[in-house]
């Protein structure tokens, strides 16, 4: 649907066009021609597996990369055991990196034995360049490394590596390039991620992202909307709006515009019943947005409000310009608006300096909010942050301590406030058979909690009415509401 260009009219003895969009056509017409070659020599076409080891904004660029991928041909699949292979690699925290290590050193074994194979690596690790200079020099069978600035670009870079031995690495530091209307293969045919912006500027102390992902730019609401209309036209009823920050949409525009101005085209989208976005700072969470997830029916009651620490000292170090009395302050007043909203958050432990003492403030937080779910992670020292120049980095066994301390406290809390629906009526949007029970669907309520209930593969990407008969812990057992 996104195919505004046939591939198979494209003239290849012609030069590669200067338009970025057609260029990138071009060069997926020259892949195909090669995957045919393949089919001919081969009898079948050859597999591409692509590997997502991040956010939701590099499931999103996975789907980007599989979208090119199938309209060159290959075949997909879950398997590594393929004729290409690409992970899309995450560096938020530093275990990620290790893995990728790991896993490299396996496919690098399965490309001694299939030595046609391909093997690609993209995404935030790539744009460290210690990474990079590692990979070249001690993982010389890697074809093809990109970074997070230049995925647009991906088939350019595949018909070189299909057609020549050498290794290609092409990292940007940066770019002010948005290319719109490359084709894209969803996971789900109901339910859809959309890049309002890319890039970070918020700079937090202990974090690789705007070093690794470049400055804020928002894509244009026309492209926006064109999209989501493209979407639900598709079939989607859900879209997630990504973002590492979506509070500050549209600041950088030719024509400023709000996220809560954004929020309410999007809702005006026919065919789209419900909407998500992805993260909220809490220093640009406005009033006007409250006021629309307040009034406005297609958007979620669910809110991810990162708060890394309940310490406003700690906050302060990790510059995120809020205290916890602001954060507080900010959740009263979204209960106030929206009281049936569910809050999710992140949460560090162990950030340079952090005492006992910041650590019961954190705690304080968590009891007080009483999240839906929190995502808790240990801090993870990123070179090149500030940070990671801190004294007073907390030792391991006491990182661990609060880790558990906090994981139990989250969880605690988490299953009491997951009953509060149990034994009423709510929307599900169904996704899936269930994968244990094959007599039921899964699908989940406007707040994300995870419901299953009687129901077959014919349910699948529709709206369903369900009574919550039981709750059991993080999700509800129920049955359709007639
Ligand atoms: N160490 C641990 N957790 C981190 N995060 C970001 N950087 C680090 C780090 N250096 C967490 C934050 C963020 C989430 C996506 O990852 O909580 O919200
Ligand atoms: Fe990282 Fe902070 Fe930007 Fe989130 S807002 S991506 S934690 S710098």
């Known amino acids: 649907m996104y195919n505004k260009i046939d591939v198979d009219k494209i003239d290849l003895n012609s030069e590669p066009p200067t338009d970025e969009l057609e260029r990138q056509y071009y060069f997926m017409a020259k892949c195909r021609k090669w995957v045919n070659d393949f089919k001919q020599k081969n009898g079948r076409f050859p597999k591409a597996c692509v590997v997502n080891l991040g956010c939701q904004m590099n499931a999103r660029d996975s789907e980007k990369l599989e979208g090119i991928l199938e309209a060159v041909g290959y075949q997909k699949t879950a398997s590594e055991d393929a004729d290409f292979v690409i992970y899309n690699t995450c560096t938020v925290r ?9 896993r490299l050193g396996q496919l690098g074994k399965r490309k001694e034995k299939h030595p046609w194979m391909k093997i690609a690596l993209c995404g ?51 770019t002010d390039r948005i290319v719109e209307n490359l084709p894209v293969d969803r996971k789900y045919p109901f339910k859809s991620g959309v890049n309002i912006m890319f890039g970070c500027n918020n700079f937090c102390s202990y974090c690789i992202v705007p070093y690794v992902r470049g400055r804020e730019r928002s894509r244009r609401p026309e492209e926006i909307l064109a999209e989501v209309k493209r979407l639900a036209d598709d079939g989607v009823v859900e879209v997630m709006l990504l973002g590492q920050n979506v509070n500050s949409y549209g600041k950088n525009l030719e024509h400023p515009m709000t996220f809560a101005q954004l929020l309410r085209e999007v809702a005006k989208v026919e065919g789209i019943e419900r909407i998500r976005f992805m ?37 302060k170090q990790m510059n ?10 900010l959740v009263d007043k979204l209960r106030r608006a929206v009281p049936d909203i569910s809050l999710t958050t992140d949460i560090i432990v162990g ?18 909010v009483r999240y839906d779910s929190a995502f808790t992670f240990q801090y993870s020292k990123r070179s090149g942050t500030p ?37 009423t009526v709510r929307q599900v949007l169904v996704e899936s058979v269930n ?14 909690t995870l419901v299953h209930f009687p129901g077959d593969a014919s349910l699948i990407g529709t709206l369903q009415n369900v009574y919550l008969e039981e709750s059991r812990g993080f999700y509800y057992m129920g049955r359709l509401a007639l």
């Open 94 to 102: 530093e275990n990620a990196n290790l893995k990728v290590y790991g």
């Open 124 to 174: 935030c690790m790539m744009q460290e360049p210690q990474v990079v200079e590692k990979l070249k020099k001690s993982y010389r069978f890697v074809d093809l490394i990109f970074g997070t600035h230049n995925i647009y670009k991906f088939a350019e870079y595949l018909a070189e590596i299909l057609t020549k031995e050498q290794m290609v690495v092409e990292i940007w530091k940066d």
């Open 279 to 315: 993260t909220s700072h809490p220093k640009d969470l406005s009033d006007e947005l409250i006021e629309v997830m307040a009034s406005e029916p297609k958007v979620c009651r669910h809110l991810h409000l990162p708060l890394q620490s309940g310490s406003s000292r700690i906050l």
């Open 320 to 329: 995120r310009r809020y205290t916890k009395e602001q954060y507080l302050e």
């Open 351 to 368: 950030f340079p300096g952090e005492t006992e003492e910041d650590f019961q403030e954190t705690l304080d937080v968590v009891r007080r």
């Open 387 to 423: 940070a990671a120049a801190m004294e007073n980095q907390v030792p391991h066994e006491e990182v661990q301590r609060h880790f558990d301390q906090l994981l139990a406290e989250v969880q605690q809390i988490a299953g009491e406030v997951c009953r509060r629906d149990e034994h």
């Open 435 to 448: 994968e244990h029970d094959a007599s039921l669907v899964s699908g989940r309520m406007s707040n994300n």
